[in-house]
């Protein structure tokens, strides 16, 4: 699909009463006028975003630290938390799709 938006992909997420994930985007700006700055945030996270769905949570979270730290952006803080927390408890039969136990 093409659209004049940049768009932030946050996160592929499985609600409770649903049996597949939904992709999370957020609206940065049009296309024509991103700033660069916000190009590369965009980039350095998704790439974060691979490492988390492919199971790496610890280079995941440090890389949306690093993230956060340089942005103060809330989408990096919460993925560095729900890093950590799977660091601590694993979920089993991890798919890459995070699954919210509340709708």
């Known amino acids: ?5 940049l768009l932030w992909k946050l996160d592929t997420i499985q609600v ?8 999370i985007f957020e609206v940065m700006a049009e ?4 700033p ?5 945030i965009k980039s350095d ?5 691979v490492l988390y769905r492919k199971g790496d949570f610890i280079q995941a979270g440090e890389a949306f630290v690093s ?3 340089a ?18 408890t694993p ?11 509340e709708k």
């Not at 699909?1 to 938006?5: G, N, Q, R």
């Open 91 to 101: 979920p089993k039969n991890w798919l890459g799709v995070a699954v919210m136990k």
């Open 36 to 40: 660069q700055e916000q190009i590369r």
């Open 67 to 69: 993230l956060f730290n």
């Open 45 to 49: 996270y998704e790439a974060a975003l």
């Open 31 to 34: 296309k024509k006028n991103a």
């Open 71 to 88: 942005n103060n952006d809330i989408p990096s803080k919460n993925m560095s938390e729900r890093c950590r927390e799977y660091i601590d």
């Open 1 to 5: 699909m093409e659209h004049d938006l």
């Open 16 to 23: 409770k009463g649903r049996a597949q994930g939904s992709q």
